[in-house]
């Protein structure tokens, strides 16, 4: 069954370590398309998906589970005269990474003042509506009428870039030793709904085949709340748009559903890779059963074969008539350079390729050569 999922199809990312070169970037499709359905292990993505490319490796040495930043993004070089004040409200997903591009970004101008406030991608759009943001970290794409309620006070649409590659991940306890789970298995333990088409409420692990004393043992949930961007993305791919159980325990950030998840031997939870600790582990999935399971590699989160992999992004207000003032677009460029993208990896996400920084920069109207303004 193909999902939609946040990465368009790719060539085999051995392929692209062979020829070492950049395929053409994606083109995305529209916020409305609904989740195809078709047989697996090929799996179509949905709207605004990632990955046009894999990142072409630094080093062709590099094993293809590793991540590796692609070649060809060049490094920041410092501009003359950048001094003021941003501030970031958002997605708690990107919290961490929002943290190293600032630190980073303040090493190379320490007159800037930057704030970051995470606290749901929901509360991205209406900070860049009144203007109390400059930046809107989202780990979902913007809702239809998040646009429209921009797009009514500004007169044209908000602008996105794409800052890294997100493996969501299901998280258990470490010494869970469940092997794979399949997307209607995740679904029907996740979800009062059932819409994945599994014919049974799954409610221990041994509903999943587990055996001993996993067998009897209710399966706990954890989850995100609905403010989350997380929770969002969650519900439409992997709840296929069905309703949350009320026996989820909703957390605040994405951090305390790991460590909801590490302090409760038969839990459940899903978080972003970047959050991922030596306390838990992320499942494998496949997307029905008897089809082939995938971990939450690099490879399979740029391959789309990791069925819940996604891009994150950041939202902007930018008048297409005008060009982004220069605080601003020197934090983008930033944080899609050499430098920024390192701290993608640090913060525990993938890099994007050199091919979707392009066409995000060209769409921003800004210069992706580093050192052009």
Known sequence: MKLKLALLPLPLLALLL???????PPQEAAASVAPPIAPAPTVVPPADAPAAAAPQ???????????????????????????????????????????????????????VKIEIEGKGSSTA??????????FGPMSRPMKAKEIE??????????????????SLAVY??????????????VDAIFSKSRKGGESKDLKTWGDVG????????????????????????????????????????????????????????????YSGIGYKTADVRAVPLAVKAGGKCYDTSPANAYSGEYPIA????????KNPNQPLDPLRREFIKYALSKQGQTETIKGGYY????????????????????GKN
């Open 310 to 317: 996604r891009f994150l992004y950041i939202y902007v207000n």
């Open 172 to 185: 258990v306890h470490k010494d869970n030793p469940i092997a794979c789970l399949t997307l209607p298995q």
């Open 149 to 166: 309620a921009f797009e009514s006070k500004y007169g044209y649409k908000p602008s996105k870039f794409r800052v890294a590659v997100d």
């Open 210 to 269: 587990m055996t001993g004393e996993w067998a009897s043992k209710p399966i706990s949930l954890y989850g995100r709340n609905s403010a989350s961007g997380t929770y969002g993305y969650f519900k439409e791919v992997a709840l296929f748009d069905g309703d949350y159980k009320d026996e989820v325990k909703e957390q605040p950030g994405s951090s305390t559903v790991v460590q909801g998840v590490a302090s409760d031997k038969f839990a459940i939870g």
């Open 351 to 370: 890099p994007i390729a050199n091919a979707v920084r392009e066409e995000d920069l060209k769409a921003l109207a800004v210069p992706a050569a580093i």
């Open 57 to 111: 490796p630094a080093s062709t040495g590099a094993s293809p589970a590793a991540v590796a930043l692609d070649a060809t993004i060049p490094e920041y070089k410092p501009a003359s005269g950048i001094t003021g004040q941003l501030k970031s409200i958002g997605s708690d997903t990107l919290n961490n990474e929002m943290t190293l591009w600032a630190e980073g970004f303040k090493g190379q101008y320490p007159n």
């Open 18 to 24: 062979a020829c070492n070169r950049t395929p053409s």
């Open 125 to 134: 759009p209406p900070a860049l509506v009144e203007g109390t943001s400059q």
